[in-house]
């Protein structure tokens, strides 16, 4: 690619609500641009980053067996009713009606109609085990959609499902779709970690995560020093042996205690009935402003409301105005206050954990953003708030739990008979009579991969792709190509075409900017290794190399170059 003939468009500034660095540098490299909120296009240089992540992520599940179809993204509300998650499935599902009146939704997910499908396609034992899958948009109305791609309302999801007569053969698919992951996510070169997790809304017996490690990530997980043990915080929660005892000194106190705002407080304070008021709830601890509860996402279970409820120490219930002040005292710390729907926002997801605790578990859920805490406190946050704590023995025996930061890229479950068994799923066993099919379904969120990538891998200056998912891996800088003598340019092509012909992804900066504009864009874009020609290099036969994480440039001869990048 010649970047004279590409839309290249970085820019200096970004948005104040870019709060974490994958988000500003994205928006300054040109990757994406919002169009609304949590939807985004893709420029062709974010475009390229993405099908990079896609095609490895698509190579695997070739390799690992599974075969790829493609699903329509607007589902009949028939198949929702008939798994029973029309209902259900609550506020991120985005329904829609046709000039008909007939209901649908746009796919968060799609487990009832893979099942459709294999409900007609599969007849006989004989085809199983099989695993299809696609990749293909989703589109999830998040309450709060933030930090650009990492969690936007319409992304691309890679989605698998596979289905079985048994549970030998699921089990066997899904270790398969473990390591098709672990391949995945390490040739991608990410740090990751495979956690245990819960299954949760989905339903289901075995699942785990994958964590791409940061500190900026939304999820906390647990792990061993002395064993592969990890697992995401809710699961190593109730696994630890020290599950039941009581918490560390988190200074909180319950609501019933004489000196405390009731609930019925708040809500007189807010104007509000009682039960609207755990809509606008902020639960306030000793050290500041903690948490706000409101309708969302997050299903909660009452293991861990009912866990929170043996907390000792002091909890403060706080009105809006309350939380304004001290939004407006802490500045930062909340994102902005003004939601279209004047609900205020937020916080940290185990203090929202107790704020649903505090309003008896009446909470449709909760949402945390937790991207303005300091690390260090929102990791001894969870300490507190929690059963599992930094040093903690293992739950296995080994070694002793660490906590830390992750982004949720990947999830694979196994599902059992819950979708089969609900829309009548069933194949002809060896016997000849029909038997409910089992299932496993197994997630990657390409597009938030690829913010991830950057989360892990920046500088001030820029992103720094790992090589699989660069862009370009080369950048052929020409120097002043307008009034360079013929002999620059040419050297520039012929050095191009060279890279070019031994399959070496390379651009060509022929655009003409000063040196050192095009040296930070080549650096902000991140590409991987830089080459200059220059009329002075031309005269002493030599180019100027220097790779994204170099100190410093150095000096090759062309050979010397190319049997680099080979
Ligand atoms: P999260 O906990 O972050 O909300 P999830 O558990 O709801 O994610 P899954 O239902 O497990 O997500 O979906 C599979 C994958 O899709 C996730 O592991 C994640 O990588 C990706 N994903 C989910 N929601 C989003 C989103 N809003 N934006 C981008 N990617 C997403
Ligand atoms: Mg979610
Ligand atoms: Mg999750
Ligand atoms: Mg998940």
Redesign the pocket.
Known sequence: MRLSQFHLATVKEVPADAEIASHRLMLRAGMIRRLAS?LYTWSPLGLRVMRKVERIVREEMDRAGAIELLMPTIQPRELWEESGRWAKFGPQLLKIRDRKEQEFCYA??AEEVITDYARNELKSYKQLPVNFYQIQT?F?D?IR?RFG?????E???K?AYSFHLGQESLAETYAAMYQAYVRIFTRLGLSFRAVQADT?A?GGNASH??QVLADSG??AIAFSDGSDYAANIEKAEALAPSAGRPAPAASLQRVDTPTQKTIADVAAFLKVQPRQCVKTLLVRGVDGLVALCLRG??ELNEVKAGKLAELPGEMVLAGEEEIRAACGARPGFIGPIDLPDSIPVIVDRDAAVLADFVCGGNVDGVHCTGANWERDARISRIADLRNVVEGDPSPDGHGTLHLARG?????V?QLGPKYAEALGATVIDEGGKAQVMSMGCY???????V?AAIEQRHDEAGIIWPEAMAPWRVAVCVINPKNASAAVNEAAEELYQALLQRGIETVLDDRGLRPGNMFADMELIGIPHRVVVSERGLAAGTLEYRGREDSESRTLSRDELIELLE
Request: no cysteine.
């Open positions: 949590g968060p997910t989703k999830r998040e959609p791609v990492m969690r936007a309302r992304f691309l999801m989605d949760g989905i995560e994958f939304e999820d996402d997050h982004i949720e890229v990947g999830h479950f997630g990657i969120g390409v597009t938030r991969i913010a």
